[in-house]
């Protein structure tokens, strides 16, 4: 099992910036590829950046490609995401997740944290 615990969300303007942190526990961090989705009201959970367990392999939705940024830090078993030039759009529960399989589709993780909530004011 690996629990995940995101935070740094928060309100924030149109332009301005974010960093979210997802602190892992439990298995073996280093093993997994990490993942950032966001689940908006009325829509599909979507994915917007994953990183493999080596940070060697980075990947990001076209809409965010450009502004966000995913680390990881293997050593306090914790993944990023920065956020920059954020947009009203942006706005929603921003959840991490840890699995070995394809990074950019939900099937691909097997754990989830509970999300943290972004919000960007136009």
């Known amino acids: 099992q690996v629990q995940l615990v995101e935070s740094g969300g928060g309100l924030v303007q149109a332009g301005g910036s974010l960093r979210l942190s997802c602190a892992a526990s439990?298995?073996?961090?280093?093993?997994?590829?990490m993942g950032w989705f966001r689940q908006s009201p009325g829509k599909e959970r979507e994915f917007i950046a994953g990183?493999?367990?080596?940070?060697?392999?980075?990947y990001y939705a076209d809409s965010v490609k450009g502004r966000f940024t995913i680390s990881r830090d293997n050593a306090k078993n914790t993944v990023y995401l920065q956020m920059n030039s954020l947009k009203p759009e942006d706005t929603g529960v921003y959840l991490c997740?840890?699995?070995?399989?394809?990074?950019?589709?939900?099937?691909?993780?097997?754990?989830w944290g509970q999300g943290t909530q972004v919000t960007v004011s136009s």
């Open positions: 990183i493999r367990w080596s940070g060697n392999s980075i």
């Open positions: 439990g298995r073996t961090f280093s093993r997994y590829t």
């Open positions: 997740a840890a699995g070995d399989r394809d990074p950019t589709r939900r099937g691909g993780y097997d754990y």
